[in-house]
């Protein structure tokens, strides 16, 4: 290995959810690590997200006392993904593999100082089938004090958990919360704890952060403390091959080309393809980069990269939508408003541009914004409108705005939120037959009062009350659209990410189209084809696999049977 300027035991490309869980499992046996980072700052897209990891059978679900085992985790699996057709990233194997290393993982996790716990109630996405859990499988890292990181503070990507005041820093599912905070003695309960820990950070020089920010920052605390080194603004252009065998990888350093040798292998967690308009173009087409949330490096070279040295890819055209409503200015911004809850909640309904409804609106946002994508290869449904009416405004938030709040007089004027004193006029605004989306209420109207969605059986998924409102009474997510005015808002099926890429094994190796391994090349994440298949089980089935993938990774190639 002469020709190289450098040269570790494992070479991390990106900084994503598994990078890191992977370089504490190689520091654990001694192995020099070095993570490149093509971005300024470290942590991807999993730091900006909620941090939310699907881990069924984890030991915090036995602590609570919440029902789980492999057996029951694997029967829900097969159920959700096994008829999968066109899945090579959800192979039996990988499946079990995967369910399995999760105690494993936790308990390493655990040891390395990572503070995680579990998500106290967030149903399965589809809880309804054979193993399903109700009360969910979500581990969350617990608030962490980035002021811990010292000079490495600037360096964590932020997550996308914003409260409304500086002041009450709030975990994910506190955050959830607080739009209810008129309507609710438990979140008006629940303001105060946040402000006095607010002040209590403010007293003692502490600095909360949640989500994907807390796990990341744990995650990196932890790797610096082992020794990882960890470089940003590194991209890496190119695997470095020899014989068939992955040695390494070019980079940039001092502004020159920079050659480093792996002796263990190569692991690349660099994120899928979200912000690559052309790839789009090639595998998910009728998708726009205007519509992820997906950080600014997610933009597919990796995956590219392993491709042209003979990498299998699959599950290319599946992406983990996001509905969104985007008032003016949201589509060049990083923060896009989801309107993940929006049309599951009581008082509004999702329809297709011909003004009917077509899916149960509570269903997994990968589910819901594959069927606008679907339906509008018969009907025009990209956009689709919400339909809501004044209730459903005091009551909920609209494109990141709390509930009963004055709406900006421009999302009037340039005709993003439409308004009308009745449903047939406000039909004509958004150019739908008016008798069409009159039938359409009226009808759901009905299914308000018989407490029954007949048409998509809405609310009766524990996962769909779940994105409704306990508060509603009887029903979580069916309430009458009924008092003027009337509102509509485009819906239209954006995405966090992307969900194919390289074909790998039990062991997160890299596989050719033949099933051969491509030896020292290792992937994990979304630069993956899912474990998942084509579906997403649960909260947490993106960062989940990513974690695990670097972890079972990292002692293949350290050949460590138990970190
Ligand atoms: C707002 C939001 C909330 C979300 N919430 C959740 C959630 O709670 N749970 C969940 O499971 N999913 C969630 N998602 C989706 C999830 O965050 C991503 O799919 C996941 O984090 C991807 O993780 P990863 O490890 O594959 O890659 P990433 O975390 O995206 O990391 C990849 C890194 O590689 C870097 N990189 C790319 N190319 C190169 C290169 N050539 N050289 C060097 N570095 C490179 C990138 O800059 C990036 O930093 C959310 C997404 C968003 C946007």
Known sequence: MEAFDEIHDFVVVGSGGGSMCAGLVMRSVGNSVLILEKTEVVGGTTARSGGVMWLPNNPFMKRDGVEDSFEKASMYLEALCGEDRDAPGSTPARRRRYISEVPRMLDFLGRQGIKLTRAQYWPDYHDELPGGSERGRAVVAELFDVNELGAWKQKLRPTFIRAPYALLPP?????????????????????????????????????????????????LQAALRSGIDIRTDSPVSELIVEAGEVKGVLTNRNARPWRVGARLGVLVNAGGFARNQAMRDRYTPGTSVKWTMATPGDTGEMIEEMMRHGAAVAQMDERVGNQQTHPPGAEDSEAKPTAQAMTASPHCILVDQSGLRYMNEGG??????????????????????????????????????????????????????????????????IRIDPATLKTTVERFNGFVASNHDEDFHRGER??????????????????????????????????????????????????????????????????????????????????????????????????????
């Open 171 to 219: 975990t994910l599912e506190e955050m959830m919360e607080l739009p209810a905070y008129k309507r609710s003695w438990r979140v008006k309960l629940l303001i105060v704890r946040l402000v006095l820990r607010g002040l209590l950070a403010k007293l003692t020089g502490k600095q909360w952060t949640a989500g994907g920010a807390a796990l990341q920052g744990r995650m």
């Open 364 to 429: 997994s946002y990968m589910a819901y914004c594959k069927a606008m994508l679907e339906r509008n290869r018969s009907v025009p449904a990209v956009p689709s409108w919400a339909v809501f009416d004044s209730q459903y405004l005091a009551k909920y938030m609209l494109a990141g705005t709390m509930p009963g709040s004055r709406k900006p007089q421009s999302w009037y004027d340039s005709g993003y939120l439409k308004r009308a004193d009745s449903i047939e006029a406000l039909a004509q605004q």
């Open 462 to 563: 524990a996962y769909d009350r779940w994105l409704g409102d306990d508060l509603n009474k009887p029903s979580a997510t069916l309430g009458t659209i009924a008092q003027a005015p009337f509102y509509a808002v485009q819906i239209i099926p954006g995405d966090v990410g992307t969900y194919g890429g390289v074909v790998t094994d039990d062991h997160a190796r890299v596989l050719r189209e033949d099933g051969s391994v491509i030896a020292g090349l290792y992937a994990t994440g979304v630069s993956t084809a899912s474990v998942m298949g084509r579906k997403y089980p649960g909260a947490g089935s993106s960062v989940g696999p990513s974690f695990i993938w670097g972890f079972v990774a990292a002692q293949h190639a350290a050949q460590v049977a138990s970190p």
